[in-house]
């Protein structure tokens, strides 16, 4: 196919189709359906081919973003396959939730003037098509090395680094509490942001590589991290953060006040499992994370194992205006709430969440209440244990926190009470480091977070490698050393610190 330079004077930014509002908030599919060749072609062919490609530099895993465009232009979809996944071991899943706006999208030299290139739903084209017409990763000129690598955690950090080990001749034995891969891939973010087949799609082909999965094991309990050490020649942690932070508010322990997480992830197993029979697989595969499912948990009182009827009909406040708040407002508004409101206490231009779920969010009739702080969970004067608003005073923006962020400060006498059935707190996460680390020489800081050598790319430095920890074969990466995070951001610590472990597994004793 030719290329046509300057093709985005002629032609406008075009995304895929997106199923209508109405439509979309009656299930949990994916809004926006995929791209056909010739649609994908067009728009990767807007691309200036800039010589410094600033979108590519935006990118945290650092893409080759004009090559692979390049590629779909021309009508050579396995070689954009094959390229996309030398810098990204999971393009189709970054492809459907990177905050492109924030990143690659936003960076885009037409984006002032022309509308950016749809970046991020050409990466998801290029790989769900690929994957479609049988193109796998080529693996057949890797050498086993005979070393093997235990990797804990099978979310977004695992499985990146699963696949660099693997592709460099490791074995890769990845260990997981819950019952499917992905961790908050599959059970925290909701489908109609990623569809579960996506997953699925991709475990089939990490274990076509030969990447062994050990799931519903719970290291500590049903293995200890001393016996992986015995078995395995390295160890990588990629655990995340699970903690959920509440801001310390009074009454947090009111009937129908749910942390964001647990909330979330009971929907998501609801969901996955919808329609099927109950087994020992999917109702509770291990007790010791029944708090996580949906099928018996209670939190505040909430039954999470009946969403719909605890959510229907029902007023609902989200506090906080990440990326988790989006997707619980958005989550609650298909459960049938009958009023969905988001309370964040800075003005919408300084909202974390990426600014297209919360144009989404706003077509699927959130209310959103901007220069709000929360100041309590109000109690019900007739039900003294159970939720009835929450009071919040008006803020305006002051200077500059230690982050650089305006710091809402309250406006006097401004404070009013909202009304709420369900009041959902989504405040972000912090570490919360297993207590069998320490006994092995893992330093934790004050904040929980793993110390490791985190400078991604960096060649050794006095015998230490990138990812590694104070105990030489255990290497960490993801949010547990750095904090919540974006998923490829977690991608780029799981891809990176597999080729630290390859180089570490190389290096003479």
């Known amino acids: 196919m030719s290329s046509k330079p300057f093709q985005f004077l002629e032609v406008p930014r075009r995304t895929p189709r997106e199923v209508p509002t109405a439509v979309r908030v009656l299930n949990w599919g994916e809004i926006y359906a995929p791209y056909e060749p010739p649609a994908a072609s067009e728009q990767a062919g807007r691309c200036l081919d800039c010589g410094n490609p600033y979108c590519e530099w935006q990118c945290p895993v650092h893409n080759y973003i004009p090559n692979w465009l390049k590629l779909i232009q021309e009508g050579r979809l396995f070689e954009a396959a094959t390229l996309a996944h ?84 490791i074995a890769a034995h990845v260990f997981d509490r819950y019952e499917e891969i992905g961790g908050l891939l599959t059970f925290g973010i909701p489908p109609f942001k990623l569809d579960k087949q996506a997953i699925a799609m991709r475990r089939g082909v990490l274990e076509g590589m030969g990447v062994m999965f050990h799931l519903g094991v719970e290291v500590g309990t049903d293995v200890t991290l001393d016996t992986l050490l015995t078995r395995f020649d390295a160890v990588y942690l990629a655990l995340g953060t699970y903690a959920y932070l509440d801001g310390a508010l009074p009454g947090l322990a009111l009937r129908n006040v749910v942390p964001a997480l647990p909330f979330l992830i009971a929907n998501g197993r609801r969901v996955l499992h919808e329609g099927a029979a109950e087994s020992a697989s999917t109702a509770a595969p291990n007790a010791r994370i029944a708090g996580w499912n949906g099928n018996a948990a209670r939190y505040g009182g909430l039954d999470l194992a009946a969403l719909s009827d605890a959510i229907q009909g029902k007023r609902v406040i989200v506090l906080g205006g990440g990326d988790t708040g989006m997707d619980c407002v958005r989550t609650a508004v298909r459960l049938g709430a009958a009023e969905v409101s988001c309370v964040y206490r800075r003005d919408e231009a300084n909202m974390p969440g990426s600014r297209r779920e919360v144009k989404n969010a706003k077509d699927e009739g959130v209310r959103f209440l901007f220069n709000r702080q929360p100041l309590e969970i109000v109690a019900d004067a007739s039900a003294p244990d159970r939720v009835a608003g929450v009071r919040v005073v008006e803020t305006r923006l002051g200077a500059p926190d230690a982050r ?72 960490a990466g993801g949010d547990m050393i750095r904090g919540a995070d974006l998923v490829v951001t977690a991608v780029r610590d799981g891809r990176d610190a597999g080729q630290s472990i390859a180089r570490f597994l190389a290096t003479p004793s």
Do not use: M
């Open 86 to 169: 030398e810098t990204n071991p999971l393009p189709e899943i970054c492809g459907r939730i990177c905050p492109q706006d924030r990143l690659c999208e936003g960076a885009c030299t037409l984006e002032t003037g022309f509308e950016s290139v749809t970046i991020g739903s050409i990466e998801k084209y290029i790989v769900d098509t690929a994957f479609a017409q049988g193109w796998r990763p080529d693996l057949s000129n890797v050498k086993d090395t005979g070393r093997k690598v235990a990797v804990i955690g099978a979310g977004p950090a695992g499985l990146a680094c699963a696949d660099q080990l693997v592709r460099r001749g």
């Open 404 to 475: 650089g962020r305006a710091r809402p400060e309250p406006v006097p006498g401004s404070e009013t009470v909202l009304a709420a059935d369900v009041v959902l707190v989504a405040f972000g996460f912090e570490a919360d480091p297993p207590a069998w680390l320490a006994p092995l020489g893992v330093d934790v800081d004050a904040r929980g977070l793993v110390a490791a050598a985190s400078h991604a790319g960096a060649p050794p430095v006095r015998d230490v490698f990138p990812y590694q920890t104070a105990n030489p074969r255990i290497f």
